[in-house]
């Protein structure tokens, strides 16, 4: 699906370099756009609606986490808000939309793994405990944990990144022989930020973090669609029932996607394969009820302004400096 402020930007002569589920990149020579859309994504598939301002929430998150959180860390953030447009060509300049969804970054090689780290046990880390007899990505790890579990410590469980299909979880050992730097920057970041979470009530269950060759970190950071975010209080309720609670994130949709029956055999997106053009063509003419798609929009806002601590457009305007 091609937003109307992306073909704008084609139309003005940039190049688009990557189109991923959600962010467009475009080259700008020197450095890179990237243009975060309201494109909404679960299991691998692409689904064909938008969500009302997550590109404006993903790029205010990025800016909020690294101009005032990890402001230490090299990363790859160069502009944001109206000084984007010293990066543009003169038809784009002054384009109030693009300022509040696009940041200019820099260009840099990045390494072939996603660096996941867990602190609870869920998602994928659930299930390959669950199916492979308590082990994860190499971990063995107690018996007797549920989807919800807190961990005695966080563990780093690195990914593949997959062009097509899904990203799979893969031995720790693989990364650590190719990047032994990676582990233990990631656990620092994930702590860092789990404490600043939790100063707010919120529990940061697992992210995934990427990073350039020379430990730069990029790509989105802390995010509701790379993140899963939890209410403490919701966590405890949850936790004593043994089951993961409902977070801020995309689990609406998840919810949602898994009831869906296909005519393959099976039930649930999660059941499909993206690679499969079959399955591709029969997720894009889905149509994702108005209801799922209004409850994600207002979890992103609420989990955008318990971070940051203001609405959205209020930290637009007072941080980010974009007209709203």
């Given at each position: 699906m091609e937003s109307d402020l992306t073909r704008e930007?084609?139309?003005?002569?940039?190049?688009?370099?990557?189109?991923?589920?959600?962010?467009?990149?475009?080259?700008?020579?020197?450095?890179?756009?990237?243009?975060?859309?309201?494109?909404?994504?679960?299991?691998?598939?692409?689904?064909?609606?938008?969500?009302?301002?997550?590109?404006?929430?993903?790029?205010?998150?990025?800016?909020?986490?690294?101009?005032?959180?990890?402001?230490r860390l090299p990363h790859h953030l160069v502009a944001y808000g109206p000084d984007v447009d010293l990066y543009l060509p003169k038809k784009l300049r002054g384009n109030q939309e693009l300022q509040r969804r696009a940041v200019v970054v820099r260009?840099?090689?990045?390494?072939?793994?996603?660096?996941?780290?867990?602190?609870?046990?869920?998602?994928?880390?659930?299930?390959d405990y669950r199916d492979k007899g308590g082990v994860v990505c190499g971990y063995k790890l107690s018996e007797g944990l549920n989807d919800g579990s807190k961990l005695p410590?966080?563990?780093?469980?690195?990914?593949?990144?997959?062009?097509?299909?899904?990203?799979?979880?893969?031995?720790?050992?693989?990364?650590r022989g190719q990047c032994p730097w990676m582990e233990k920057l990631s656990l620092e970041i994930y702590q860092q930020a789990y404490a600043f979470a939790q100063a707010r009530g919120i529990i940061i269950a697992d992210t995934k973090f990427e990073f350039g060759i020379d430990g730069t970190l990029g790509d989105e950071i802390l995010t509701p669609d790379s993140s899963r975010f939890w209410d403490c209080k919701q966590w405890e309720e949850a936790a004593a029932q043994r089951k993961s609670p409902s977070g801020y994130d995309k689990e609406p949709v998840r919810q949602w996607g898994m009831t869906i029956a296909t005519p393959f055999g099976v039930t649930g997106l999660n059941n499909l394969d993206p690679a499969n053009p079959e399955h591709l063509e029969f997720v894009a003419q889905l149509e994702v009820p108005d209801g799922v798609i209004a409850s994600t929009s207002v979890r992103y806002q609420e989990i955008f302004e318990r971070f940051a601590g203001d609405a959205l457009e209020y930290y637009q305007v007072g941080k980010m400096m974009a007209v709203w």
């Open positions: 930007i084609m139309g003005a002569g940039l190049v688009r370099t990557n189109q991923g589920k959600v962010r467009d990149t475009f080259d700008l020579s020197d450095v890179l756009l990237q243009v975060a859309t309201n494109r909404l994504s679960i299991f691998d598939f692409v689904l064909p609606r938008f969500v009302p301002r997550k590109g404006e929430i993903l790029t205010a998150f990025t800016v909020f986490w690294l101009t005032e959180v990890f402001n260009k840099l090689k990045m390494v072939g793994f996603e660096a996941i780290v867990r602190g609870y046990l869920t998602g994928s880390g659930w299930r410590s966080p563990i780093f469980t690195p990914s593949t990144k997959a062009e097509e299909g899904h990203d799979e979880n893969i031995p720790v050992d693989i990364v």
